[in-house]
């Protein structure tokens, strides 16, 4: 990939976070810290891709897709945040899981090449991930099935598992052993 054409899809991306940051500002209190978590992590690969393009070429497009499959997680999560009607949010939660298996396959892909341990250790890591990413997916089925005009309440217990998935992979994503 171009070094040109890397730094352009950077600042669209760049550009795309700006609009999750602007709407972090706005939104109430309690999505405020769920955005402000997914633009740590927007940040950090952002950050990766940046450096790659100074220093390991054959790397960015990798970093790049990985940033905008995160991205995609971060937009879909922002939507479900900011609904006020239970199809809107479950809508954005399923798109969301959607991200974030594209975003697991993504690293899995990239592990496949690291030293024998060190895949070992990511590959436990987003087994974990994926087993809280199958959990999320199951509360919202449980919350289809209970909604009945008490939608804020299942709509809580959904936001619990979407929150213990980010932290595991915020916790992935920050870990020395991934990159």
Request: no cysteine.
């Amino acid at each position: 990939m171009s070094r040109t054409t890397s730094e352009d899809q950077l600042a669209q991306i760049r550009s795309r976070i700006g609009r999750l940051q602007a709407l972090a500002q706005v939104d109430a209190a309690a999505g405020r810290s769920r955005i402000q978590r997914h633009l740590d992590a927007l940040h950090h690969e952002e950050a990766s891709v940046a450096a790659a393009v100074r220093s390991a070429p054959d790397e960015v497009e990798e970093k790049l897709g990985q940033l905008k499959t995160r991205l995609a997680v971060a937009e879909s999560s922002l939507l479900a945040v900011v609904s006020d009607e239970w199809t809107t949010f479950a809508a954005a939660v399923e798109d969301e899981l959607r991200s974030w298996d594209t975003y697991l396959e993504r690293l899995q892909a990239t592990t496949a090449a690291k030293a024998r341990d060190r895949r070992e250790r990511v590959e436990a890591a987003i087994a974990e991930i994926r087993a809280r990413r199958i959990a999320v997916d199951d509360a919202l089925a449980q919350a289809r099935e209970h909604v009945n005009g008490a939608w804020h309440e299942q709509r809580n217990r959904v936001s619990a598992a979407r929150d213990d998935l980010e932290r595991k992979a915020d916790e992935l994503s920050a870990g020395p052993s991934v990159r």
